[in-house]
Nanobody, 125 residues
């Protein structure tokens, strides 16, 4: 098992940046592909970034491509989400997730086994 704790959320203005962190503990972090998801009220949980076990492969949906960057430091058991040029539509609870059910990465929430508690990101216009 792995335990995940997100941090770094907050209230910012449109155009600002935030960096989210997700610290993992438990089983060997480098065995997990990781993902960042967000969920706004009344909407489904959506992947905004995913990264493979080594960090060599990443995924972004078009809505955040060029603005968000996922990275990981396996020595520190941490995955990051750098969010630039934030927009009001980025407002949501952000969750990190971990899975061993892929050899690369996945954007499908159903394939993730472990989730953090979430951190709120609010972008004002």
């Amino acid at each position: 098992q792995v335990q995940l704790v997100e941090s770094g959320g907050g209230l910012v203005q449109a155009g600002d940046s935030l960096r989210l962190s997700c610290a993992a503990s438990g089983r060997t972090f480098s065995e997990y592909a990781m993902g960042w998801f967000h969920q706004a009220p009344g909407k489904e949980r959506e992947c905004v970034a995913a990264i493979s076990q080594s960090g060599g492969s990443t995924y972004y949906p078009d809505s955040v491509k060029g603005r968000f960057t996922i990275s990981r430091d396996n020595a520190k058991n941490t995955v990051y989400l750098q969010m630039n040029s934030l927009k009001p539509e980025d407002t949501a609870v952000y969750y990190c997730a971990a899975t061993t059910r892929t050899t690369t990465l996945t954007a499908l929430a159903l394939r993730y086994d472990y989730w953090g508690q979430g951190t709120q990101v609010t972008v004002s216009s």
